[in-house]
Protein backbone atom coordinates (compact mmCIF):
# COMPACT_ATOMS: atom_id res chain seq x y z
CA UNK A 1 0.00 0.00 0.00
CA UNK A 2 0.89 3.46 -0.17
CA UNK A 3 3.49 5.01 2.55
CA UNK A 4 5.48 8.11 3.79
CA UNK A 5 8.66 7.82 5.49
CA UNK A 6 10.09 11.07 7.07
CA UNK A 7 13.31 11.91 8.65
CA UNK A 8 13.19 11.12 12.22
CA UNK A 9 13.35 14.63 14.45
CA UNK A 10 13.90 16.94 16.05
CA UNK A 11 16.27 18.50 14.14
CA UNK A 12 17.89 21.31 15.64
CA UNK A 13 19.55 24.16 13.21
CA UNK A 14 21.43 27.60 13.99
CA UNK A 15 19.45 30.76 12.44
CA UNK A 16 20.56 31.05 8.85
CA UNK A 17 21.62 27.35 8.02
CA UNK A 18 20.23 25.19 5.61
CA UNK A 19 17.52 23.07 5.64
CA UNK A 20 16.64 19.53 4.05
CA UNK A 21 14.01 17.23 5.25
CA UNK A 22 13.85 13.96 3.94
CA UNK A 23 10.60 12.86 2.71
CA UNK A 24 10.12 9.20 0.54
CA UNK A 25 6.81 7.42 -0.70
CA UNK A 26 5.75 4.05 -1.84
CA UNK A 27 2.96 4.63 -4.01
CA UNK A 28 1.45 3.04 -7.10
CA UNK A 29 0.12 5.73 -10.22
CA UNK A 30 1.22 8.97 -9.81
CA UNK A 31 0.06 10.30 -6.07
CA UNK A 32 -0.17 14.63 -5.47
CA UNK A 33 2.83 15.34 -2.42
CA UNK A 34 2.11 18.01 -0.25
CA UNK A 35 3.90 19.32 2.79
CA UNK A 36 2.07 20.70 5.76
CA UNK A 37 3.74 22.63 8.91
CA UNK A 38 1.88 22.68 12.19
CA UNK A 39 2.83 25.94 14.26
CA UNK A 40 2.89 25.19 18.42
CA UNK A 41 -0.78 25.46 19.73
CA UNK A 42 -1.78 25.69 15.71
CA UNK A 43 -3.93 23.84 13.12
CA UNK A 44 -1.70 22.04 10.00
CA UNK A 45 -1.07 24.64 7.75
CA UNK A 46 -0.43 23.65 3.48
CA UNK A 47 2.91 24.50 3.04
CA UNK A 48 3.13 23.39 -0.48
CA UNK A 49 2.67 21.12 -3.16
CA UNK A 50 3.35 19.04 -6.51
CA UNK A 51 1.39 17.39 -8.54
CA UNK A 52 3.84 16.15 -11.30
CA UNK A 53 6.58 14.30 -12.00
CA UNK A 54 9.55 16.95 -11.85
CA UNK A 55 6.95 19.75 -10.28
CA UNK A 56 8.44 22.55 -7.72
CA UNK A 57 6.62 23.61 -5.10
CA UNK A 58 7.56 26.50 -3.25
CA UNK A 59 6.19 28.64 -0.66
CA UNK A 60 7.82 31.34 2.35
CA UNK A 61 11.41 30.22 1.35
CA UNK A 62 10.34 26.65 1.56
CA UNK A 63 10.81 24.29 -1.79
CA UNK A 64 10.45 20.57 -2.44
CA UNK A 65 10.82 18.96 -5.92
CA UNK A 66 8.38 16.21 -6.80
CA UNK A 67 11.24 13.14 -7.86
CA UNK A 68 9.31 10.23 -9.31
CA UNK A 69 13.22 8.43 -9.94
CA UNK A 70 14.26 8.58 -6.44
CA UNK A 71 10.54 8.66 -5.26
CA UNK A 72 11.41 11.37 -3.01
CA UNK A 73 9.69 15.47 -2.20
CA UNK A 74 12.54 16.49 0.37
CA UNK A 75 11.61 19.99 1.85
CA UNK A 76 14.16 22.27 1.83
CA UNK A 77 14.72 26.36 2.48
CA UNK A 78 18.51 28.32 2.00
CA UNK A 79 18.17 30.27 5.93
CA UNK A 80 16.25 29.45 8.50
CA UNK A 81 14.58 31.74 10.56
CA UNK A 82 13.69 30.89 14.39
CA UNK A 83 10.19 31.62 13.37
CA UNK A 84 10.26 28.18 11.32
CA UNK A 85 10.30 25.84 14.41
CA UNK A 86 7.66 23.84 14.15
CA UNK A 87 6.72 20.06 13.17
CA UNK A 88 6.34 19.67 9.44
CA UNK A 89 4.62 17.00 7.81
CA UNK A 90 5.07 15.33 4.43
CA UNK A 91 2.14 13.39 3.31
CA UNK A 92 0.33 12.49 -0.30
CA UNK A 93 -3.01 11.70 -1.78
CA UNK A 94 -3.86 8.38 -3.03
CA UNK A 95 -6.19 7.43 -6.15
CA UNK A 96 -9.05 8.47 -4.78
CA UNK A 97 -7.76 12.07 -4.35
CA UNK A 98 -8.98 12.40 -0.74
CA UNK A 99 -7.80 10.67 1.22
CA UNK A 100 -3.93 11.53 2.30
CA UNK A 101 -1.36 9.57 3.17
CA UNK A 102 0.73 10.78 6.55
CA UNK A 103 4.49 11.06 7.21
CA UNK A 104 5.01 10.86 10.95
CA UNK A 105 6.43 14.18 11.17
CA UNK A 106 9.66 16.26 11.88
CA UNK A 107 10.24 18.46 14.28
CA UNK A 108 12.22 21.25 13.46
CA UNK A 109 13.72 23.74 16.30
CA UNK A 110 15.74 26.80 15.27
CA UNK A 111 17.76 28.15 17.71
CA UNK A 112 18.96 31.63 17.44
CA UNK B 1 -13.31 33.98 6.97
CA UNK B 2 -12.99 31.69 10.19
CA UNK B 3 -10.82 28.49 9.36
CA UNK B 4 -11.82 25.54 10.71
CA UNK B 5 -13.01 25.32 14.04
CA UNK B 6 -12.89 22.60 16.51
CA UNK B 7 -13.63 22.19 19.70
CA UNK B 8 -12.89 21.24 22.80
CA UNK B 9 -8.91 21.61 22.14
CA UNK B 10 -8.65 19.31 24.60
CA UNK B 11 -10.47 16.60 26.47
CA UNK B 12 -10.10 14.15 29.04
CA UNK B 13 -12.55 11.30 29.69
CA UNK B 14 -12.45 8.01 32.14
CA UNK B 15 -12.60 4.80 30.51
CA UNK B 16 -16.21 3.80 29.17
CA UNK B 17 -17.16 7.70 29.24
CA UNK B 18 -18.30 8.85 25.41
CA UNK B 19 -16.30 11.43 23.73
CA UNK B 20 -17.94 13.89 21.38
CA UNK B 21 -15.53 16.17 19.25
CA UNK B 22 -17.26 18.64 17.14
CA UNK B 23 -15.87 20.06 14.01
CA UNK B 24 -17.22 23.41 11.73
CA UNK B 25 -16.29 23.35 8.60
CA UNK B 26 -14.75 26.89 6.56
CA UNK B 27 -17.86 28.80 5.55
CA UNK B 28 -18.76 27.46 1.55
CA UNK B 29 -17.32 23.98 2.48
CA UNK B 30 -19.83 20.73 2.38
CA UNK B 31 -16.86 18.18 2.53
CA UNK B 32 -15.58 17.19 5.92
CA UNK B 33 -12.59 14.76 6.89
CA UNK B 34 -11.44 13.69 10.15
CA UNK B 35 -7.49 11.99 10.96
CA UNK B 36 -6.65 10.41 13.80
CA UNK B 37 -3.00 10.94 15.43
CA UNK B 38 -1.63 8.70 17.99
CA UNK B 39 1.57 9.58 19.63
CA UNK B 40 4.97 9.73 17.77
CA UNK B 41 3.01 8.41 14.13
CA UNK B 42 1.59 10.14 11.71
CA UNK B 43 -2.50 10.79 10.68
CA UNK B 44 -4.67 8.27 9.98
CA UNK B 45 -7.70 8.75 7.64
CA UNK B 46 -10.57 8.06 8.69
CA UNK B 47 -13.78 9.39 7.49
CA UNK B 48 -15.08 11.65 4.52
CA UNK B 49 -18.31 12.95 4.54
CA UNK B 50 -20.36 15.04 2.54
CA UNK B 51 -23.53 17.36 3.82
CA UNK B 52 -25.94 14.37 5.35
CA UNK B 53 -23.80 11.25 4.01
CA UNK B 54 -20.63 9.69 4.67
CA UNK B 55 -18.93 9.27 1.63
CA UNK B 56 -16.31 7.13 3.04
CA UNK B 57 -15.32 5.11 6.33
CA UNK B 58 -12.95 2.91 5.30
CA UNK B 59 -10.76 4.37 8.28
CA UNK B 60 -12.98 4.83 11.17
CA UNK B 61 -13.21 1.71 13.46
CA UNK B 62 -16.16 -0.62 13.25
CA UNK B 63 -17.63 -0.57 17.07
CA UNK B 64 -17.57 1.94 19.13
CA UNK B 65 -16.77 5.02 16.50
CA UNK B 66 -19.51 7.19 14.41
CA UNK B 67 -19.63 10.51 12.81
CA UNK B 68 -22.13 12.77 11.25
CA UNK B 69 -22.48 15.74 9.27
CA UNK B 70 -25.95 17.34 9.63
CA UNK B 71 -27.64 19.66 7.70
CA UNK B 72 -27.31 21.92 10.00
CA UNK B 73 -24.55 22.42 12.50
CA UNK B 74 -21.08 21.01 12.82
CA UNK B 75 -20.09 17.64 12.23
CA UNK B 76 -19.52 15.41 15.42
CA UNK B 77 -17.21 12.47 16.01
CA UNK B 78 -18.32 10.10 18.73
CA UNK B 79 -16.62 7.55 20.56
CA UNK B 80 -18.53 5.36 22.50
CA UNK B 81 -17.23 4.06 25.63
CA UNK B 82 -13.67 5.41 25.08
CA UNK B 83 -10.43 3.09 26.02
CA UNK B 84 -7.09 4.44 26.99
CA UNK B 85 -6.22 3.06 23.08
CA UNK B 86 -8.46 6.32 22.08
CA UNK B 87 -6.10 8.81 23.85
CA UNK B 88 -4.73 10.89 20.24
CA UNK B 89 -5.34 14.21 18.74
CA UNK B 90 -8.34 13.93 16.05
CA UNK B 91 -7.95 16.77 13.26
CA UNK B 92 -10.59 18.00 10.98
CA UNK B 93 -10.22 19.01 7.34
CA UNK B 94 -12.85 21.21 5.40
CA UNK B 95 -12.84 21.56 1.35
CA UNK B 96 -15.62 22.68 -0.88
CA UNK B 97 -15.16 20.28 -3.08
CA UNK B 98 -13.83 16.33 -2.49
CA UNK B 99 -10.08 16.79 -2.65
CA UNK B 100 -8.60 16.32 1.16
CA UNK B 101 -5.64 18.49 0.55
CA UNK B 102 -7.89 21.07 2.73
CA UNK B 103 -7.99 23.49 5.63
CA UNK B 104 -7.16 21.80 8.97
CA UNK B 105 -8.66 22.49 12.38
CA UNK B 106 -6.47 22.78 15.09
CA UNK B 107 -7.13 19.59 16.32
CA UNK B 108 -9.05 18.17 19.42
CA UNK B 109 -6.48 15.93 22.24
CA UNK B 110 -8.18 13.18 24.04
CA UNK B 111 -7.19 12.15 26.83
CA UNK B 112 -8.62 8.96 28.20
CA UNK B 113 -7.53 8.15 31.79
Known amino acids: GNSVTQMEGPVTLSEEAFLTINCTYT??????LFWYVQYPGEGLQLLLK???ADDKGSNKGFEATYRKETTSFHLEKGSVQVSDSAVYFC???????????WGAGTKLIIKP | NAGVMQNPRHLVRRRGQEARLRCSPM?????VYWYRQLPEEGLKFMVYLQKENIIDESGMPKERFSAEFPKEGPSILRIQQVVRGDSAAYFCASSPSGTGSGSFGSGTRLTVV
Open chain 1, 91 to 101: ALSDQSNYQLI
Open chain 2, 27 to 31: KGHSH
Open chain 1, 50 to 52: ATK
Open chain 1, 27 to 32: ATGYPS
